[in-house]
């Protein structure tokens, strides 16, 4: 009697279990759907990750307006952290069509170097997740691209944080 009173409350506890893990889950679900609806009607700056070919190949069959060659090709110049400046320029007739870098810049608060938006986000996003710049080298690395300096992520860092100081007594 003991041994079945012992395995029906195991047996109600791990139903239980299951019941709370199905729940979180479920919780889980909606926030991802609900941060999938705000990031289609969010008119901010959002980030995907591109391969530099695929992106290039998009342009391979276009046509350029003026010399009606399908020449056009992105190309990368600087880079800055996360943010590339990029061309799109006809290799026939050397027209340039665009120019734009991969980010926009945040609003300049200072005498110091307006940082694109994809470089605080990053910073921001690593120093959440309790990673320094040695977390930024491996990400780079496993994704073969450029690494984002120690001194531009330092910047951001202390900007980061003094604007979060600066932000505490109002809200307490």
């Known amino acids: 009697m003991v041994i079945s009173e012992h395995n029906s409350n195991v047996s109600q506890r791990s139903s239980g279990d299951r019941i709370l893990k199905n729940e979180r889950i479920s919780m889980q679900e909606k926030s991802v759907l609900e941060q999938e609806n705000i990031a289609d009607t969010y008119d901010g700056p ?17 046509l350029c307006g003026i010399c009606n060659q399908s020449t056009l090709k992105l190309e990368f110049g600087h880079k800055y952290g996360f943010s590339h400046q990029s061309k799109l320029v006809c290799k026939t007739c050397s027209e340039q069509k665009t120019e734009c870098f991969t980010s926009p810049r945040l609003e300049k608060k200072s005498n110091t170097s307006t940082p694109f938006d994809v ?39 202390c900007a980061t944080l003094t604007q979060c100081t600066l932000l505490l007594p109002k809200l307490c």
């Open 46 to 62: 959002t980030y995907i990750i591109v391969d530099k070919n695929a992106l290039c190949d998009i342009f391979k069959y276009t």
């Open 119 to 157: 470089n605080v986000r990053a910073v921001q996003a690593f120093l959440a997740i309790s990673g320094g710049h040695a977390s930024v080298e491996k990400f780079c690395m496993f994704l073969n691209k450029p690494l984002m300096s120690s001194k531009t992520f330092n910047e951001i860092k």
